[in-house]
């Protein structure tokens, strides 16, 4: 991949492969489920051709990275204790944060626990949901969209894996990165994934049989159960968060979403990202932006774009 190169470092008590390129101020880039870092692969180019080092981290329990066996070594102080471990390491006072999905995530946490290291946040797909201090997450999703929710069925240890096993690794990856079905995603227990001999799925132009094979393999190899127990980890994180109840993410932030993101179409998020309550929690909440035609893998979908949205933002900096 024109000059990446990739190390093993020892952060917070785990072996974390990262990718990276370039030299100059670090762009931490964060992946979501079920990628890779492989997933900034353009990103990581095109920043380092403009003077930064770019960084892409195997989240816990993802590709080369180690995976603890325990649902609650997932937790998001885990995981922030990793990032902070990790931009340590990398000798720096402060990043540019970017992060798509279950990184998204992650990047609030971060930016919430430690917004004195981070210079501003480009987030992809996931806007900053407060806690709800009455009410468990899995708990008001089940009431809210019901059992088949994907992120309640990725709740009971080893029953997803099983399906993905008897669906095969890649099939379940390539309808993952190409669905664009609307949200909110459901996994009914009949055939979740939706894979029919008979339909074929057809490769966008964005993503090649050599990438699906780069993240089958990497997966074949380490299994799905260390990116699924972030989920696993939802009310364990409701747990420890709640001193943070209410509180606003005080770090520079520009949002990108496609329209046709199964995030941004589930009920009441584009309400929330337009309507100003995004902004109440989020008060340095710069910029929205809405890219038409884009489904949820844009950093892959939209490159180009994307990068370009990445570093107009960080140039301000």
Partial sequence: MEGISHRMVKVNGIDMHIAEKGQGPVVLLLHGFPELWYSWRHQIIALSSLGYHAVAPDLRGYGDTEAPASISSYSCLHIVGDLIALIDYLGVEQVFLVAHDWGAFIGWYLCLFRPDRVKAYVCLSVPYRPRNPKMKPVESMKLVF????????????????????????????????????????????????????????TMPSWLTEADLSFYATKHSQKGFTGGLNYYRALDLNWELTASWTGAAV?????????????????PGMKEFVNSGAFKHYVPLLEEVVVMEGAGHFINQEKAEEISNHISDYISKY
């Fill in 146 to 201: 019901g059992e088949d929710y994907y992120m309640c069925r990725f709740q009971e240890p080893g029953v997803i894996e099983a399906e993905i096993a008897r669906a095969g690794t890649e099939k379940v990856l390539k309808k993952i990165l190409t669905d664009r079905k609307p949200g909110p995603p459901c996994l009914p227990k009949e055939n979740p994934f939706g894979i029919y001999p008979e339909e074929p799925v």
């Fill in 250 to 266: 005080k770090v520079p932030v520009k949002f990108v979403v496609g329209d046709l993101d199964m995030v941004y179409t589930t």
